[in-house]
């Protein structure tokens, strides 16, 4: 496949701008900006967390309310939201002692956009019966 061919395959993508997985070859800086975020997400641990914030009702929660779901130290479940937050996925607000984190949707959007197949026909994905 040529260079030429390579570039409009990457405009087969929603909105013509933002190149998933299966339209077109990422460039180097988007591969080790996304290899940072899915390494964040490579460890049970941190999963769970960052579901434990994305679903809770008000879209925030206290460490003090993610501490206690884990047989791990406070220091080690502090080290993996660092890691999430470093990725993007999570922001967090100290309020007094305690600090809040939130989902950051902007980066669980992108992942989606970038893991999302072109469209296709429902006999390729087993649909139609």
């Not at 390579?6 to 080790?32: I, N, W, Y």
């Not at 049970?44 to 884990?70: K, Y």
């Not at 939201?81 to 992108?110: C, F, H, N």
């Not at 026909?121 to 087993?126: I, S, V």
Request: aromatic share 4%.
């Amino acid at each position: 496949m040529s260079k030429q061919e390579l570039a409009l395959r990457g405009q087969d993508s929603p909105e013509g701008c933002c190149p998933t997985l299966l339209t077109a070859p990422l460039d180097a800086e988007s591969a080790a900006d996304l290899a940072q975020v899915f390494k964040a997400l490579g460890d049970p641990v941190r999963l769970r967390l960052l579901s434990m914030i994305a679903s809770r009702d008000g879209g925030e929660i206290c460490v003090c309310d993610l501490t206690p779901a884990f047989e791990l130290s406070q220091p080690t479940i502090s080290h993996h939201l660092k890691l999430l937050k470093q990725a993007g996925l999570i922001d967090s607000e100290r309020r007094g002692t305690w600090v809040y984190y939130r989902l950051l949707p902007a980066m669980t959007d992108r992942l989606a956009a970038v893991l999302t197949r072109p469209a296709v026909p429902a006999e390729t994905l087993g649909c139609v019966s």
